[in-house]
Nanobody
Framework: QVQLVESGGGLVQAGDSLRLSCEASGGTFSRLAMAWFRRTPAKERDFVAAISWTGGSTSYADSVKGRFTISRDNAKNTVYLYMDSLQLADTAVYYC?????????????????WGQGTQVTVSA
């Protein structure tokens, strides 16, 4: 069974950059579509970005387009989320998720496996 572990969260200032990592184990990572979601006290898990199993297709939420980049290294069983020009509104718990069907939908209900989350806090 696939397991996901996120890392890289922390406290940063507005305008800073941060890279999140999500390492998968227990499955064929190269056949998984991967995504990042985030959760705040006011919102359930909002879609952030997704990447197909080949890395050839990506998708982003409008709020992060141009600032965040999702990528993957299938040799390392890891997906990354590079976050640039961080804003206060980016403060959230970030989760990575895997879709065993290889599609990259934006609804969290389509994702089969979730990590435990990593906190990102952006201060003024």
């Amino acid at each position: 069974q696939v397991q996901l572990v996120e890392s890289g969260g922390g406290l940063v200032q507005a305008g800073d950059s941060l890279r999140l990592s999500c390492e998968a184990s227990g499955g064929t990572f190269s056949r998984l579509a991967m995504a990042w979601f985030r959760r705040t006290p006011a919102k359930e898990r909002d879609f952030v970005a997704a990447i197909s199993w080949t890395g050839g297709s990506t998708s982003y939420a409008d709020s992060v387009k141009g600032r965040f980049t999702i990528s993957r290294d299938n040799a390392k069983n890891t997906v990354y989320l590079y976050m640039d020009s961080l804003q206060l509104a980016d403060t959230a718990v970030y989760y990575c998720a895997a879709n065993l069907e290889s599609a990259i939908p934006k609804k969290p209900s389509y994702y089969d496996v979730w990590g435990q989350g990593t906190q990102v806090t952006v201060s003024a």
